[in-house]
């Protein structure tokens, strides 16, 4: 059975920092790009950010690039989002996702595997 487990968010403040982890099992990690994805209330979902299978190659959405780093650990069947320069609108629930092919790591409804999501709250 395959597993995407989310953790570290919480409470952020405005300018802060925060780092999510997501650790995977039931799968060959490195088999596949990973993705972050967030939902602010009332909102739908946003892809913020993406690696491809080996980490060669990072994606960001334009609404956290130069704020928000992703990279991967394969020996640890884990990706991370350190998240810097926090703003309130980054407030969302955040999920990991996993997808066969690095090409479609933007491509959110077409993901392979969801973790549950943490969440991450900026407020002062």
């Known amino acids: 059975q395959v597993q995407l487990v989310e953790s570290g968010g919480g409470l952020g403040q405005p300018g802060g920092s925060l780092r999510l982890s997501c650790t995977a099992s039931?799968?060959?990690?490195?088999?596949?790009?990973m993705s972050w994805a967030r939902q602010a209330p009332g909102k739908g979902l946003e892809w913020v950010a993406g690696?491809?299978?080996?980490?060669?190659?990072?994606l960001y959405a334009d609404s956290v690039k130069g704020r928000f780093t992703i990279s991967r650990d394969n020996a640890k069947n884990t990706v991370y989002l350190q998240m810097n320069s926090l703003k309130p609108e980054d407030t969302a629930l955040y999920f990991c996702?996993?997808?066969?092919?690095?090409?479609?790591?933007?491509?959110?409804?077409?993901?392979?595997?969801w973790g549950q999501g943490t969440q991450v709250t900026v407020s002062s």
């Open positions: 039931g799968l060959e990690f490195s088999d596949y790009a």
């Open positions: 690696i491809y299978k080996d980490g060669s190659v990072t």
């Open positions: 996702a996993g997808i066969w092919d690095d090409n479609s790591l933007m491509k959110i409804h077409e993901f392979d595997y």
